[in-house]
C-alpha cells in the first residue's frame, strides 16, 4: 500500500534545508549514528544538543563537529536514560523555552549474558532503548508543545523486524536472550512512536512523532571522526564487500536527520534506507506487518507508562490549550 497525502519533494542528503533558529536534542549524540546525525543538523545552521551520560564523550563529539561546522552551535546535556528519575533534572537544565525536534537514538546493546538490571529493577536494555526514551519524552514535553511543528524522531532498528514482543514477558525475566531482548526493546520503541502519533492526532497536537531506522551501518564503512571513531585503511578495505549491501553509519543517520527537517514528513511514518531496506538514500517504506497491530502498541503503552511510573498522557497537549494547562496535562 502506497503512502497516502501529501508526499515529500526530492531530498539531497548532502544538502539539506538550513535551520538556524531551530533547536534539535539528539540522545546518544556522542558516538556512532547518533553523532552524524549531530553533526549533519549542526551543517544546517541548527542549535544541537548532544544528549550523553558521559560528558567527556560528550565534550569530544562537540570538538569533533565543531572541526568539521564552522559556527557550529553545539551544546550538551548529561542523559542517563536507564537513570529514570534522573530525567526531569536533565531536562530542567536546558533552560530553553521550546525544542523543534528531539531524536531519540541512544541505546545500549549487551553481547553476551548475565541479564542486567537497572537501579530501579528494570531490564537494562530494555530500560534504556525504550522506557527511558518514554519517560524523555513525557519531560520534554511542554517544550515540543511550545514549538510550532516539533517533531518526535524515534531510532529503531532492522533487528526488530524478526521480533515479536512477548507482553507478558516484557523485561526479559523468564526468558533472556541478548541478541532477541535487544531486538525487542527497539520494536518497543518502534510501537511506542507510532502509538504516540496517534495520541497526538487524536489530541489535536502539533507535535508529530516518526520512526526511522538505519539499515544496515558498519563501522568499517564508516569515516573516521578521530577521536571518535577512527577506521584503518585495513579495516576500510576489509568492509568493502559489505559496502554492496551495507553502509556506514554516516549514511545511517541520513533517515533521522530528514525525518527532522523535512517539512513534507507526516507523522506515523516508517523511513529507512532505499535499497532492501539496508542502504542507500532515505525514503519512506511500508509499516512492517507487525508493527500495524494498534493492540499490541496500546497494551505496551499502558504497560510501559506503569513501569516508568509515567502519566499515559505524557502532558503532551495541543498547542490552543497551553494557555490552560502550561503545556501539561
Request: a positive charge.
Amino acid at each position: 500500500m502506497r503512502p497516502t497525502g501529501p508526499q515529500p519533494q526530492p531530498w539531497d542528503v548532502h544538502r539539506p534545508p538550513r535551520a538556524e533558529g531551530k533547536i534539535f536534542l539528539v540522545t546518544g549524540g556522542n558516538a556512532g549514528i547518533g553523532y552524524f546525525v549531530a553533526e549533519q543538523l549542526a551543517a544546517t545552521g541548527a542549535t544541537v544538543v548532544l544528549g550523553s551520560r558521559n560528558p567527556a564523550k560528550a565534550e569530544a563529539a562537540a570538538v569533533s563537529i565543531r572541526s568539521r561546522v564552522p559556527g557550529a552551535r553545539i551544546r550538551q546535556v548529561r542523559l542517563d536514560l536507564a537513570e529514570l528519575t534522573s530525567l526531569r533534572p536533565a531536562v530542567e537544565t536546558l533552560e530553553l523555552d521550546h525544542l523543534d525536534a528531539v531524536v531519540h537514538n541512544a541505546g545500549v546493546a549487551l553481547d553476551d549474558p548475565p541479564r542486567r538490571e537497572t537501579r530501579d529493577g528494570h531490564e537494562l536494555m530494555f530500560a534504556t532503548n525504550h522506557l527511558g526514551h518514554l519517560a524523555l519524552t513525557r519531560w520534554l514535553a511542554p517544550l515540543l508543545s511550545a514549538a510550532p511543528a516539533a517533531r518526535i524522531v524515534t531510532v529503531g532498528s532492522f533487528a526488530a523486524k524478526s521480533e515479536r514482543l512477548d507482553l507478558d514477558d516484557l523485561q526479559s525475566a523468564e526468558d533472556y536472550r541478548p541478541k532477541r531482548t535487544y531486538g525487542r526493546s527497539k520494536l518497543a520503541q518502534m510501537y511506542f512512536a507510532l502509538e504516540l502519533d496517534r495520541r497526538l492526532r487524536a489530541s489535536g497536537s502539533a507535535v508529530s512523532s516518526v520512526v526511522v531506522h538505519p539499515g544496515g551501518a558498519l563501522d568499517s564503512l564508516t569515516p573516521s571522526r578521530p577521536p571518535i571513531h577512527v577506521c584503518t585503511a585495513g579495516e576500510r578495505l576489509r568492509g568493502l564487500p559489505a559496502g554492496v549491501v551495507l553502509q556506514g553509519k554516516h549514511a545511517g543517520a541520513w533517515p533521522a536527520v530528514r525525518a527532522v527537517l523535512d517539512p513534507g514528513i507526516a507523522g506515523g511514518r516508517l523511513w529507512g534506507p532505499r535499497v532492501f531496506g539496508l542502504r542507500g538514500k532515505p525514503r519512506c517504506e511500508q509499516l512492517w506487518s507487525h508493527l500495524t497491530d494498534t493492540a499490541v502498541a496500546a497494551q505496551l503503552w499502558d504497560d510501559s507508562c506503569d513501569l516508568a511510573g509515567i502519566d499515559p498522557s505524557l502532558g503532551l497537549v495541543a498547542r490552543e490549550a497551553r494557555g490552560n494547562t502550561g503545556g501539561m496535562l
